[in-house]
């Protein structure tokens, strides 16, 4: 389930033009801003991006940067076709709520009307609960997928395989995202239509819009203007292979920018439904207790610097969206990627915050703050939400690490304020008692969350090592953590790549001349010898220690 010569459909270039003419000094200085950001973020010779930018209806900006095929040297264009991942889930909803209005069903309708056999432990789980993620149900994608990933199942195949699972909480009482609510939606789509969820889409959603570059994905089907999908492992590599009945009506759907604008468009033209049944699913609807879960019905509901809108991303096996509505601006904005490596997400939040004339501010450096008392704030801290995050200092910069992620600068605005280099999220320290406490806000989601400083020891950063190639030759092999799953260790260029049965592809790099470790999250690989050869290895992940004897 986040570039190159930039280039504009004629059309697009027309209403740019008049909008040039009545607002010329507005307009062009825009343009130069959005370009100036999507250049530096979307390099011309790596993986490309289409952006669309529309407001009072009118496109004001459409281009295309980097490449839509590495390896032919293809430049991205706007019309090529990208797999939108989650952005799906508008669809989804739209089609039950579209069900709704002829009568078909409700969302107040428990889902064992349409499944009678679907174990809900007692509990009362409905439509609405799936649309808004807070039926409690297992999502799917928190699974062991390895077995399935690439196999092509039914709705009612996917459903059995996590419907067993125990739920996480009560229906109603928590937000938590999940993907396997969108797949028994797509269910009951198919059940109440007698059609299947792609027929349904494709004929009462696309056709009906003319969103002729909009299809149900497909792995072996040519489809024209298909922007191949990306991954990176030290560099660019095509994205692993997974069946689109796995994402199904969670994720399965492709689409282009200039077709999602025309979805954006018929929604406000109520072309699909009327008025009053779009807004429940724009709705920031509350759980139990009150709390808002900032979500309504395939949309989030977050503000864009603090002006009202809807919005969601989506990220899938070589492909990152993003697209925003602001109603009170009439402002779209739509950003699809080939690779999963550089979300859109805040480029698109900010572009269209620059699109209404209310920029995100850059925050200034303090530059009057010694190393000294930059130490004070390096420490491992524990918020509310047991998330761990380690706040380091290396050559007079700070750095923030949320546990098992990636490093981050963060740069002081005062003596106690540090903001990240994205300028989406900032740390408030509060060091005038004994302990040193912290207040994390995501600017982006509104998001606050209040930690403290413990007494836990920093972890050690891991040394890489050299180790000659001859050695590492022992270590290429099959092992085999349960059967049927199984730890591929291969070696490419001189270095070791780990691969899990249908997982990613890993470069695991030697501590010592029989432990290894990942980069991208905390695991490591320790290869046991015998007698002067390897037997075994043991994979330390989660503090546990998963043996896996050689098989060839």
């Not at 004001?60 to 090529?80: C, Q, R, W």
């Not at 309708?109 to 039926?135: A, M, Q, R, V, W």
């Not at 439904?273 to 699913?281: N, P, R, V, Y």
């Amino acid at each position: 389930m986040k570039f190159a010569k930039h280039t504009f459909k004629i059309n697009s270039f027309l209403l740019v033009l008049i909008f040039i003419i009545s607002r010329p000094s507005f307009s062009q200085n825009l343009e130069e801003k959005f370009d100036k950001l999507l250049i530096e973020r979307y390099k011309p010779n790596g993986s490309g991006a289409s952006i669309l930018v529309a407001k009072k209806g009118k496109v004001i900006y459409h281009k295309a940067f980097g490449l839509s095929n590495i390896e032919l040297n293809v430049p991205m264009k706007t019309d090529n076709v990208f797999e939108i991942g989650s952005i799906t889930k508008q669809f989804t909803a739209v089609a039950i709520l579209m069900l709704v209005e002829q009568g078909k069903l409700n969302v107040k309708d428990e889902i064992t009307k349409f499944i009678p056999d679907y174990p809900t432990h007692g509990k009362k789980i409905t439509l609405h609960h799936l649309l808004n993620h807070t039926s409690g149900i297992k999502s799917y994608t928190e699974m062991n997928l390895s077995e399935i990933k690439s196999k092509d199942m039914t709705p009612t195949e996917l459903i059995n395989y996590f419907k067993n699972e125990p739920m996480d909480f009560d229906p109603g009482q928590q937000w938590k995202y999940n993907n396997s609510g969108y797949i028994i939606l797509g269910h009951i789509i198919e059940k109440v239509s007698s059609q299947t969820y792609e027929d349904f889409i494709e004929q009462h959603i696309f056709k009906k819009l003319k969103m002729g570059n909009s299809r149900y994905g497909h792995k072996n089907e040519i489809i024209m203007n298909r922007a191949a999908g990306y991954q990176t492992r030290e560099g660019y590599i095509n994205s692993d292979r997974i069946s689109m009945t796995l994402p199904y009506a969670a994720g399965s759907l492709m689409s282009t920018t200039e077709d999602l604008f025309k979805w954006q468009t018929a929604l406000n033209q109520n072309v699909l439904i009327k008025k009053e049944t779009l807004q429940k699913a724009h709705t920031n609807y509350p759980i139990a207790n009150g709390e808002y879960t900032n979500y309504g019905y395939g949309w989030l509901t977050y503000d864009v610097n603090g002006v009202p809108a809807i919005q969601h991303g989506g990220g899938i096996f070589g492909y990152t969206s993003y697209a925003i509505y602001i109603p009170e601006e009439d402002v779209y904005v739509a950003t699809l990627t080939n690779c999963n490596c550089n979300s859109p997400g805040n480029p698109t939040k900010k572009i269209a915050a620059m699109a209404i004339g209310k920029p995100y501010k850059t925050s200034k450096k303090n530059t009057n703050i010694s190393p000294k008392e930059l130490e004070k704030f390096v420490g491992v801290y524990e918020f509310e939400d047991k998330v761990i995050r380690i706040v380091t200092l290396k050559d007079n910069q700070l750095y923030s690490k949320r546990q098992g992620s990636t490093a981050f600068k963060i740069f002081p605005k005062n003596k106690t304020s540090f903001f990240f280099e994205d300028n989406f999220s900032e740390y408030e320290f509060d060091i005038s008692n004994d302990s040193v406490k912290v207040i994390f806000t995501d600017r982006d989601s509104n998001r606050i969350s209040k930690g403290i400083k413990t007494n836990k020891p920093i972890p050690v950063e891991k040394v890489e090592i050299k180790i000659k190639e001859e050695i590492l030759k022992q270590y290429v092999g099959i092992y085999e953590i349960k059967p049927g799953f199984d730890l591929n260790i291969t070696l490419k260029n001189g270095k070791l790549i780990s691969q899990a049965t249908g997982q990613e592809v890993f470069e695991i790099h030697p501590e010592t001349e029989t432990k290894f470790f990942v980069k991208e999250f905390p695991a490591a690989l320790e290869f046991i010898k015998e007698n002067g050869k390897v037997t075994s290895v043991i994979l330390h992940q989660g503090g546990q220690k998963i043996p896996a004897k050689r098989k060839k």
